[in-house]
């Protein structure tokens, strides 16, 4: 089983390669830049990337890289929208540099326009930035959303709708289980039922699972993690998820409200004590 948690990259990348197997975690996420800004970054450093680069190839390790949460790829604004295509394109050199296999992106705001508009926005974003992008290797994964605000992406026909017109090779799916749940799409007692898990185009784009609990109950709409076994997903929604058959292959991660980056070695070991 790959499983892992969002780590800090703040003493460098390869710092955290090194700190995933201290954690029980053979697979991690970093935010690409820092998660409340996109300019004024500082340059990537090759040397540690690469570094960082043969550490997980050593080691065994897999990893993701997350956008800045200010990305917003249906956005009306296109100051904003202009800035979160070059941010994702920059993303994308990163993760390429760093050897990881992704970039997860949320589904965009449109803030006051249809949805639909919204879908259209975002694929035509995903559209420019496959166009500039020269990376190997590396694909865009879009997240589902828990339908906070204007978010597009919560319902299964809206994830699917901004991803069908790219190769699946490029543009795939990270599924996050706090934000299904909270959107109502990934249901108590009925966590195996969920239809994308039985819908192959799902299942071939799906390369990431955000493994969290929610604070919040079923259909409340809003994006709260909580500590596994802790919330609303409990022992039970975690164990169904992880010991599902059709998900073995995919890597977990967990982005958990812990203390401190610690603290992910109970997590990741409270996910291992549930496995059938
Ligand atoms: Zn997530
Ligand atoms: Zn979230």
Redesign the pocket.
């Known amino acids: 089983m790959r499983i892992g948690c969002h780590l800090s990259v703040a003493k460098g990348f390869a710092a955290a390669v090194k700190v995933a197997p201290t954690l029980g975690a053979n697979a991690f996420q970093y935010f690409t830049k820092n998660p409340r800004g996109f300019r004024h970054q500082k340059p990537l450093d090759r040397l540690d990337a690469d570094r960082g680069r043969a550490l997980m190839a050593e080691l065994d390790i897999v990893a993701v890289g997350h956008t800045p949460y200010l990305i917003n790829l249906a956005t009306p604004d296109d100051d904003l929208y202009q800035a979160s295509i070059e941010a994702l394109v920059q993303d994308l050199i990163i993760a390429e540099a760093r050897g990881t296999y992704g970039v997860v992106v949320h589904c965009g705001k449109p803030k006051a326009e249809p949805r639909d508009w919204g879908v259209e926005r975002m694929q035509q974003a995903l559209r420019r930035v496959l166009e500039e992008n020269r990376t190997e290797g590396v694909m865009i994964l879009v997240e589902n959303t ?1 339908g906070q605000g204007s978010e597009i992406g919560s319902s299964l026909d809206e994830l699917m709708a901004i991803v069908e017109p790219f190769p699946p090779d490029q543009v795939g799916i990270c599924f ?1 289980t ?2 299904a749940f909270a959107a109502g799409i990934l249901t108590p007692d009925d966590w195996s039922g969920f239809p994308g898990f039985r819908d192959a185009a799902f299942m071939g784009r799906l390369k990431a699972i955000h493994l ?1 609990d929610s604070k919040v109950p079923f259909g409340a709409r809003k ?1 709260r ?1 909580e500590l596994i076994g802790q919330g609303y997903l409990g022992r039970d929604g975690i164990a169904a998820i992880v010991n599902d058959p059709r998900l073995e292959a995919i890597p977990f991660y967990l ?1 958990t409200p812990v203390a401190e980056e610690r603290q992910y070695a109970e997590e990741i070991a409270a996910v291992k004590a549930l496995l059938a």
Do not use: K
């Open positions: 828990a996050d706090q934000h969290n994006d993690h982005e």
